[in-house]
C-alpha cells in the first residue's frame, strides 16, 4: 500500500513534540509559592541550558518518582520530558554560588505566612543536629564524629538545623554543616573567596553552638517572632543561653548533670546537689503530666536569674531543665519542650523519605545542596498539609504522593510507548485519514489522559 511519506514525518515530528505533563500537588505548590522568582533572588540561576527551575523541580520530585539521580538521564521516559545530561544536574549541584540559605528562609517565611498570625506564646525555635553518614572518604571535608545512637565515631558530615514551630507544624528555616579534625583526606576545593561554597567551607570550620548562635542571630533579623529556642543538653551552656537571650529570645532546655554551679539561695550547688539538698523534698504533682516537679529560681555568671525545673518519675530517675521566664511554671515548661521531638521527626522523615544523606558527589557543594533539596521537599510537604487543613505527619501524604506521582509517570510510560506504535504505523492509514484529523483524535486522548492526572491529585 502506497502513502505519502512526507506527511508521514511531518506527523511524527509533531508527534515527538507532544509531551504528558506531570501535573502534581507538588508543581502546583511550586506554581503558588513562586519558587522560580526565590530561585533568582538566591542567585540559583544559569545563563544558558536548561532553565534552573525545570532542573530544580526534577531533582525535588526524585523521592517521589522513587528513583535516583541517574534516573534523569537513563531513564527513556524522563529524558522524552527533559533531555539533560548528567554533567547538566552534577554542574546545578556543585555550584558554589548558589545561595541555598536565603532560598531556604524565603521559601520557609513564605509557607508560614500563608499559614496565618502564630500568637507569639505558641511560636517557638528549635535547634538540634544529626549526622549524615557516608562511607566515601575521599568526599571533600568529610570526617569522622561521634554518634550517640550507635555509641562510635562514625564518618559523615554533622548537620546543625534551625526550624520553627507554630504550635501546629515544623518549618526547617536554616542549616550548616560542622566538621571535626579527625578528616580521612585533607583535600579542599579552590574557589572564589567572594562565593556561598567559601563561605560555606569556612563556617563549617565553627563549633556547633557558635553554628547555632549564628543561624538564631539570622532568624531573628530576618522577623522570626518567637517566644522561645528550644534545645537539648548539648547546647545548655551559658554561653549560649546569655548569647540567644541577647539576641532577643528567652531559651528553654534540658541540662546536663555536670559540675557547673548555680547560685540558690546566695551558694552555689551543682544540679546533683540541688536535687538531693532542696529540690527531691519539694516536688509536687505536674497538671496534665504523669511526672513530680518543682521550679527554683537560681543565677547564672552570664544569663542571670532563671528557673531550673526538676523533674522526676517518683523513683531513682530525674532530669532537669532551664527556662529563662522564673514566671513559667513546671507544666507550660514541659509542655513547650516537648515540641522539641518535631525536629526529631524531621530528621527521621529526611533521612527515610527524603533523601537525606543519599548523595555521593564528593563535593562538599552538592552535599549543601543535597541537603537543601531535602529541606525544601520537607516545606513542600509542610505547606500541602496545611493547604488541606491537615493535621498528620508528613509520612501519609509522602506515600500519597509517591502513588499519585507513580501512576502519572505509568501513564505516561504507557502513552508513550502507544504514539511509538502509531508513529510506526501510520503510514498503513493516512492514506484514508488525514494528519489533522488523526491529531485531533491524539488531541481527545491526551485530554483524558490530563483529566485523569487531576483526579488522582484531587485525591489529595
Known sequence: MSYDKTISLSLQKEMEKRNLPIESEIKKAMETLKVSRMLARSAIMKKRGYATAILFYWLILLPFLMKRITSLWSDAVIARKINA???TYYRFLNNERFNWRTFIISLAIRIISINGKTPLKDAVLIIDDTIEKKTGEHMELVSYHFDHASKRSVLGYQCVQLGYHNGRSFFPLDYAFSVSQNRPNRYIRTIGKRTQGYKRRKEAEKKKTDLAIDMVSRA?????DASFVLFDSWYGHDSVI??????????I????????NYTYQGKPYTLKQLW?????????????FPYKGVCLKVLLPKSGEVSLLFVSDGKKEWHAFLCTDTEYDPSQ???????RWAIEVFFKDGKQLLYMGKEQSETFDAAIAAYGLVVVRYLILVYILNKYHNCTSCGPLFKELVKTHCELLMMNIIWSSIKEVLILSSGLFLTEIDSDRFL?????VEDAILMQEQKISAKL
Not at 242 to 251: F, P, Q, R
Not at 280 to 288: A, D, P
Open 253 to 260: 532546655c534540658r541540662l546536663k548533670k555536670g559540675r557547673v
Open 220 to 224: 531573628y533579623a530576618q522577623g522570626i
Open 276 to 288: 538531693q539538698n532542696k529540690a527531691k523534698k519539694m516536688t509536687r504533682s505536674i497538671h496534665g
Open 85 to 87: 545530561q548528567k554533567d
Open 242 to 251: 546569655s548569647n540567644i537571650m541577647n539576641i532577643g529570645y528567652g531559651v
Open 440 to 444: 485531533s483524535f491524539l488531541d481527545i
Open 333 to 339: 515548661i514541659l509542655s513547650l519542650y516537648a515540641r
